[in-house]
């Protein structure tokens, strides 16, 4: 098999028609809510501004910050430790776990632990985690990946869900209302909760000033999943950061308003400091951050605080599906971060997108996403990821747009032999044709009309003059 | 008012009736309209593509035909854009300057520049608009459906003055159609679907016509109206602003 590509993947997606137009009504109804909540405040606008502000000042100071979090989160009895990379995070992770000998744990949303592959690591060491957010929970049932970033199961039918859980947690066949399978989710996860002794959970914000994290959920599975725990290992990005308590309010106006069009999220949950008796550690991880973190052209990217809504809004994620950017956060940020990690395998993803600026423009912290995506193009060429054949063509459409005569002779014979001998244009190699007619050619170009009609008129002129 | 008229190469080579009725719309509302003869393109598809490492020379030849006009004038809201954004020059900064703050598109060169009373032109059919990207978010020829923002469509308020004209919006105002440049042929897949999905929307609403200021979006959808024997045809807004006005 070769290297997976959005264009065939989403070939595959599209080919069933039906799911891709629920998919994207579904999306684009999301996308909807999130309007009518924006626009419900006046100032919606001025705090995607300030929003932006408070992140690029953050990340402009993040050393500061990073510390002073540390410091602060040790004064309130928490353990923090510093990852470079995805295998020091799940390294630390399995440490503790060994340290305490628990083997029955739950987790909550963290698509960081996503994108460091944490389930997988720990389970070939043998150690089973349950996710217990709705989503992530049928996904793991299935072995499979996030397709979205809040909504993991968002590729999925109610029918799909049905089935899955038939399978493993043996519901009635067939029985697919809504109510019925998250009552079964419900008392299925019930028991593993009360069973579980440990809690990994993701970070939304981690506040400098108080050494605290911040978790939103609208299950509450994040706090039950810690309130039983002995021990909560939380998971962020160096990115989570904010300054002070104060800024909080504006990310929790923005973020629930772009993600699902909520007012809030239906728990905020503050985690300061541990309970009597219960270990809380915070793991801090670099995975290639800093790298961006030094790149003038992609340092806003790391301002975003995965709400989605840049997603919702993609008319290309709507109409291809999460896993069409085989990778584990999709979307248009995830083709910004991704090249990031990996640029040959994900060289597609940049390309995967018309440039619309939809994106940019839905974003609660203002990253300038399709510029991003523009500028990666260009690196990716540079850098010789684009391809041969394109190569070759771009090289052919620079030296003909560059030297008008040639310009002017290509543009006759192409004419020319749309009109005369159309089918070495209209043939099923030409991905233009295959689905969409070509254009009728027209006998003159408007440079050759725009010469004959000067011309003419000169003459009427003169024909004037002289009579 | 002197105009030099820049024409995107796939409308000089395949829509020549677009750049002919945009000429004699600005001349018919009083402009001085020029076509510097050496120009060939603004270099978005190299760009776009990733290879803007190319462009170079295709720049220097823009900017030799356009750095003496005044007011630049093209009937595409994309192409205009990217002059806007990326234009670039090493042996000539100034120029490239002054050419990216004097171009326009060809609606809000009239809207903004232009403002005549009203165009005296009459276009009777049900006409669909369709909102293409860049123009609306790049240049904001209209206001977005993403920004909390006041209402506006510099194009929309020229169409509303053409006798007879019925304008249609579709249900979704602002989704992109699926054309992208290399995008609808690299990613053809889900550029047909997107066009497809557009085009249903507009026929819901039985359009005679589907309109707009990008000719490169109006071809991909018109190419998969014709596949489909829709009865539904593509018309570039400038046509529309011309027509009834001849003579
Ligand atoms: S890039 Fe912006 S819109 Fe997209 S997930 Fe991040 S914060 Fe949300």
């Given amino acids: 098999m070769g290297k997976p590509v959005h264009s065939i993947l989403s070939k595959n997606f599209i080919a069933d028609n039906d799911r891709t137009d629920w998919h994207d009504e579904t999306l684009f109804m999301v996308r909807k809510k999130r309007d009518y909540a924006s626009n419900q405040i006046p100032e919606w606008e001025t705090l995607r501004q300030w929003a932006s502000q408070i992140k690029a000042h953050t990340l402009s100071n993040l050393d500061h910050y990073l510390t002073v979090f540390e410091k602060n989160a040790n004064a309130n009895g928490i353990q923090v430790h510093w990852a470079a990379n995805a295998m020091e995070h799940n390294e630390i992770i399995y440490g503790i776990i060994k340290q305490t000998g628990i083997s029955s744990m739950v987790k909550s949303k963290s698509m960081l632990t996503e994108e460091c592959h944490l389930n997988e690591y720990l389970q070939d060491k043998g150690i089973q985690v349950t996710d217990t957010d709705l989503g992530e929970w049928i996904i793991q049932l299935r072995k499979e990946h996030p397709s979205h970033i809040v909504l993991p199961a968002i590729h999925l039918k109610k029918q799909d869900v049905s089935d899955t859980f038939h399978q493993h947690i043996q519901t009635e066949k067939n029985n697919n209302d809504p109510k019925y399978l998250t009552t079964a989710a419900r008392h299925h996860l019930r028991n ?32 039950m999943g810690v309130h039983g725990a002995a021990v909560h290992i939380a998971c962020m990005g160096i990115e989570k950061i904010i300054p002070e308590t104060l800024h909080l309010s504006i990310f929790l106006r923005l973020l629930a308003r772009s993600a699902t069009g909520q007012a809030i999220t239906t728990y905020s949950s503050h985690f300061t400091s541990p309970r009597k008796g219960q270990q809380m550690h915070i793991v801090i991880v670099d995975n290639g951050r800093t790298r961006l973190l030094g790149n003038n052209n992609f340092r806003n990217s790391l301002k975003c605080i995965r709400c989605a809504a840049c997603f919702n809004t993609c008319p290309v994620y709507r109409k291809t599906g999460g896993h069409s950017y085989h ?55 540079k850098e010789g990821y684009a391809g041969k054949t394109k190569s070759l063509s771009m090289k052919m459409m620079a030296y003909i747009l560059s030297h008008p005569n040639v310009y002017r002779f290509s543009g006759n014979v192409f004419r020319m032999t749309l009109k005369y001998f159309p089918l070495i244009i209209k043939n099923k190699l030409n991905p233009w044709y295959r689905q969409r007619e070509m254009p009728e050619a027209p006998k003159k170009s408007f440079r050759q009309w725009y010469i004959q009609k000067q011309k003419s008129e000169f003459k009427k002129q003169h024909i004037k003059k002289d009579s | 008012m002197e105009v030099a008229l820049f024409i995107p190469c796939y409308i000089d080579q395949l829509y020549p009736n677009v750049a ?31 290879f803007s490492h190319l462009s170079n020379k295709c720049n220097e030849n823009f900017i030799n035909n356009f750095s003496d006009a005044g007011y630049i004038v093209c009937p595409s809201g994309s192409c205009t854009l990217h002059v806007k954004e990326h234009l670039e020059s090493q042996s000539h900064p100034s120029k490239a300057e002054k050419i990216k703050s004097h171009i326009y598109e060809l609606s809000e060169f009239i809207t903004d520049v232009l403002k005549p009373k009203n165009l005296s032109a009459s276009f009777p059919y049900k006409v669909g608009f369709l909102t293409s990207c860049h123009g609306q978010r790049g240049l904001h020829l209209s206001s977005m459906s993403e920004i909390n923002e006041p209402s506006f469509s510099k194009p929309l308020q020229l169409l509303n003055n053409v006798k007879g004209i019925e304008i249609v919006m579709p249900r979704r105002i602002d989704d992109c159609c699926g054309f992208g440049g290399t995008f609808c042929v690299y ?13 249903r929307d507009f026929e819901t609403n039985n ?32 046509e529309i602003l011309n027509s009834g006005t001849n003579g």
Avoid at chain 1, 193 to 214: D, H, M, P, R, Y
Avoid at chain 2, 215 to 224: A, D, F, K, N, Y
């Fill in chain 1, 327 to 381: 990778s584990i956060v999709a979307g248009p940020i995830g083709s910004i971060l991704n090249p990031n990690t990996d640029i040959k395998a994900n060289a597609d993803l940049p390309f995967a997108c018309t440039l619309c600026g939809s994106c940019s423009n839905v974003c609660p912290v203002k990253i300038d996403i399709h510029n991003q995506l523009w500028i990666w193009r260009q690196q990716i060429s």
């Fill in chain 2, 187 to 199: 990613e053809e897949a889900a550029s047909i679907k997107m066009g497809k999905d557009r085009i």
């Fill in chain 2, 20 to 50: 002919v009725a945009t000429l004699e719309l600005l001349q018919k509302l009083g402009c001085t309209v020029s076509y510097p003869l050496q120009q060939t393109c603004c270099g978005q598809p190299l760009a776009n593509s990733g």
């Fill in chain 1, 192 to 223: 593993i909760f009360i069973k579980s002794k440990l809690a990994i959970t993701g970070v939304n914000f981690a506040i400098a000033e108080t050494g605290g994290i911040v978790i939103c959920t609208n299950e509450g599975n994040a706090d």
């Fill in chain 2, 207 to 238: 359009v005679d016509y589907i309109t707009g200021y990008d000719v490169s979006c109006l071809m991909h959808l018109e190419g998969i109206l014709k596949r489909n024997k829709s009865r539904v045809k593509t018309i570039h807004i400038a």
